[in-house]
C-alpha cells in the first residue's frame, strides 16, 4: 500500500495481533509508531518480530483492555512517551462502550485537535450503525465486518480483506463502511 494517511505519526490498536496483526504491520511499515494492546505477551512478541526492521515500530501492551484502570494507565504513558495518539483501532469484545470511553478519555487528555476511532464490529451487528457516539474531538467511524458470496457460495472475510477494509475505513474517513456484505444476512457462512 501506498501511504495516503501521512499525517498519521502514532496509532492505537486494540486487538492488535489477531486479524488486525497485517494492519499493524502495515502502520509500522509507513513510519507510524502502533501502540499495540493484546492479551498475551507472546502473540506482542511475535508482532514486533514481523515488524522488525521497518520504518516505524510497535510500542506492546499485554492487558485485558477490560481492565479499565490498566488501559487507561497504559493510554497516557504511551501518549506521555510518544506524543497524541492520531488514530485508534479497536476491535472490542462486549462490554464495548466502557472499553471505548477510557480509550476516548484518555486520548482527549493529550490531544485536543480531531483524531480518528475506527471501531471494528462483527457481521451480527447487521446495518445497524451503534449508537454510541464520543464527544468531540473524536471522529468516530464504524466498519462493520461481513462475508463473501463468490460463485455461490458465501465464507468469511479473509485477515487480509478485514486489513484492506479497516485501512480503506481511516483513509476516507466513512463514518460507516461495511467490508464484505452483510445481506442477504441468511447466505453468511454457517
Not at 500500500?1 to 509500522?28: K, Q, Y
Request: aromatic fraction near 8%.
Amino acid at each position: 500500500m501506498d501511504n495516503p494517511i501521512g499525517w498519521v505519526r502514532r496509532a492505537l490498536v486494540l486487538g492488535s495481533t489477531g486479524m488486525l496483526s497485517p494492519l499493524c504491520i502495515e502502520l509500522v511499515n509507513q513510519g507510524i509508531t502502533v501502540g499495540a494492546v493484546a492479551r498475551t505477551a507472546e502473540s506482542l512478541d511475535r508482532l514486533q518480530q514481523k515488524s522488525g526492521g521497518l520504518d516505524g515500530r510497535v510500542v506492546p501492551m499485554a492487558l485485558d483492555y477490560h481492565n479499565r484502570d490498566r488501559l487507561s494507565h497504559w493510554i497516557a504513558h504511551f501518549q506521555l512517551m510518544e506524543g497524541p495518539v492520531d488514530v485508534v483501532v479497536a476491535w472490542i469484545r462486549h462490554p464495548v462502550v466502557p472499553v471505548l470511553e477510557t480509550i476516548v478519555a484518555e486520548v482527549h487528555a493529550y490531544r485536543h485537535i480531531p483524531w480518528q476511532l475506527v471501531h471494528v464490529v462483527g457481521s451480527q451487528n447487521t446495518m445497524e450503525p451503534f449508537s454510541w457516539r464520543p464527544s468531540p474531538p473524536a471522529q468516530y467511524q464504524q466498519v462493520t465486518l461481513g462475508f463473501k458470496i463468490e460463485s455461490g457460495t458465501s465464507r468469511w472475510l479473509t485477515d487480509q480483506e478485514i486489513v484492506d477494509g479497516v485501512y480503506a475505513a481511516i483513509v476516507d474517513r466513512q463514518d460507516f463502511s461495511v467490508v464484505g456484505t452483510v445481506t442477504p444476512w441468511e447466505r453468511r457462512p454457517r
